[in-house]
């Protein structure tokens, strides 16, 4: 499956946020959620969503971080 099937991001719906395909959904919610400990049920079931837009939202974010690097600060040795 290609994450570009499920996911869109528009200018006129959530500010060109990417979005779960046909709803408003936005990935930064779904990632938010998963990392709070929320269960894929329940998310699928809050959002009306299917696995696959989850799948697709895991394979959104992984090419995110292929490219993208935050700089974290260095502990005090």
């Known amino acids: 499956m290609s994450w570009k099937d499920r996911i869109s991001h528009e200018p006129e719906i959530c500010h060109g946020k990417p979005c779960i395909k046909g709803t408003r959904v936005m990935l930064s919610v779904i990632l938010d959620n998963l990392a709070a400990g929320e269960s894929v049920e329940e998310i699928k079931r809050g959002y009306s969503i299917?696995?696959?837009?989850?799948q697709a939202t895991l394979l959104y974010a992984a090419e995110l971080a292929k490219d993208r690097v935050i700089n974290l600060p260095r502990e005090a040795a």
Do not use: H, L
């Open 50 to 54: 299917e696995m696959a837009d989850i």
